[in-house]
């Protein structure tokens, strides 16, 4: 087993299984990574909410890598274990015209920076403190199909998956499609809750270390994995939870519907405005299909940790 360091330049922004790898690493090694945040720098500690209409999406998603794992070949699953993670100082979400879950109720952009420097925490405002639980949004192997892919889709193979539960002691398997795995990770979040549905999580440059094994021949279809979290989330707590529904056919509509009414329950309750609030729920907040089985009705439940209010 050895250790290794991926240069902090050699990233990319699209997958594409013709890509020259980074690094080649054995079974069992350790790589150490850091990335920029989503943006690739456009947006940065000084960034005002009109930056936000500027950004050149052709520089979306640095992704760290490839990684060309030795063995690794097609019906195999590279097995990613998470070692650590670590935010820089400083994150940001926001609102970006166009992109979320209620994209055609917010129509402005909106910024919200995040002080990420006491490492466990972030603040709102000074009654809404939220604990951190980073992880990597992107982490995949390059797809099996020939050309350049967006980042921004998820698929097989992994990718822009924003499963947040993938933190420090988690283990992904990915199903191999080309030789050598051709890994890559970033996109890290300091936050997010379930569906992050503003589009972003609390977007932050990240250092983190993972670990690379293989399991021959697990022909897995689609992305699986392994946390060891118990208590799932930090947030869950003695102090609970609030939740909003929504019920009807669309399960689209119905989580829609679900994030209207927890924003409007933060603006009655705790005095945010419905910018704010959305950005709250998507830090924090967790979309749940709370019931899909009784047609031709289903429901979809919003969940808002209670402990993040002091």
Request: aromatic share 10%; hydrophobic share 35%.
């Amino acid at each position: 087993m050895a250790e290794y360091r991926l240069d902090p330049n050699q990233y990319h922004f699209k997958w594409n299984n013709k890509l020259e790898p980074a690094l080649t690493v054995g079974e069992g090694d350790v790589v150490h990574c850091w990335t920029r945040e989503v943006t690739n720098g456009q947006v940065t500690p000084d960034s005002k909410a009109e930056d936000l209409t500027q950004i050149d999406f052709d520089q979306l998603y640095p992704l760290a890598g490839p990684v060309y794992v030795a063995g690794a070949e097609p019906g195999d699953a590279l097995e990613v274990e998470v070692l650590s993670l670590k935010p820089d100082d400083w994150g940001w979400n926001g609102i970006l015209p166009g992109l979320g879950l209620l994209a055609d109720d917010f129509s402005e952009p909106y910024i919200k920076h995040w002080d990420l420097s006491d490492g466990k925490t972030t603040r709102l405002r000074d009654d809404i403190v939220i604990p951190l639980q980073p992880f990597c949004g992107t982490m995949g192997v390059a797809p099996a199909e020939d050309g350049e892919h967006f980042v921004l889709p998820p698929g097989d193979f992994g990718g822009n998956m924003d499963i947040r539960h993938l933190n420090e002691g988690a283990t992904l398997l990915l199903p191999v499609q080309v030789k050598g795995a051709l890994f890559s990770a970033g996109d890290c979040h300091a936050v997010q809750g379930d569906g992050e549905v503003c589009v972003t999580g609390v977007e932050c440059p990240m250092s983190f270390s993972l670990r690379f094994n293989l399991r021959k021949g697990a022909n897995i279809p689609a992305p699986q994995f392994i946390t060891k979290r118990s208590p799932l989330s930090v947030h869950d707590t003695g102090d609970g939870y609030f939740a909003t529904t929504a019920v009807g056919p669309d399960l689209m509509e119905n989580s829609k519907n679900a994030v209207r009414r927890m924003i409007e329950w933060l603006g009655k309750e705790h005095g945010l405005q419905p910018e704010e609030a959305y950005c709250l729920c998507s830090a924090v907040g967790d979309l749940k299909i709370s019931e899909i089985v009784d047609q031709p009705n289903w429901i979809v439940s919003f969940y808002m940790p209670l402990c993040i209010f002091t």
